[in-house]
């Protein structure tokens, strides 16, 4: 079991930037790759982006976030971080953290089997 505990959400303007931190533990091991997803009332979740925890340092983000978004993880904190910049308004979601025992596919969220409480980004126009 791992637990996983975000936080960094906020109101925030658009243009505006957050840092969403992600806390991981227990069986730490187990973890391949670390995702970040968000979700709308009544939506499924949606993949923004993942990156693997202990082999090499490969990322993957959702067309929508490319270019603002980045993923960071520091394993001796068993931490992994979402930068986000240049917010905007269809940003605003609840932001979960996940953790997979998989390499591939890491965008679908079936493939993690940890998941946070999530942290509630709004972003005001």
């Known amino acids: 079991q791992v637990q996983l505990v975000e936080s960094g959400g906020g109101l925030v303007q658009s243009g505006a930037s957050l840092r969403l931190s992600c806390a991981a533990s227990?069986?730490?091991?187990?973890?391949?790759?670390m995702g970040w997803f968000r979700q709308l009332p009544g939506k499924e979740r949606v993949f923004v982006a993942s990156i693997t925890w202990s082999v090499g340092a490969g990322t993957s983000y959702a067309d929508s976030v490319k270019g603002r978004f980045t993923i960071s993880r520091d394993n001796a904190k068993n931490m992994v971080y979402l930068q986000m910049n240049s917010l905007k308004p269809e940003d605003t979601a609840i932001y979960y953290c996940?953790?997979?025992?998989?390499?591939?596919?890491?965008?679908?969220?079936?493939?993690?089997?940890?998941w946070g409480q999530g942290t509630q980004v709004t972003v005001s126009s």
């Open positions: 227990g069986r730490i091991f187990s973890i391949l790759t």
């Open positions: 996940a953790a997979s025992g998989n390499l591939i596919p890491t965008t679908t969220p079936g493939a993690y089997h940890s």
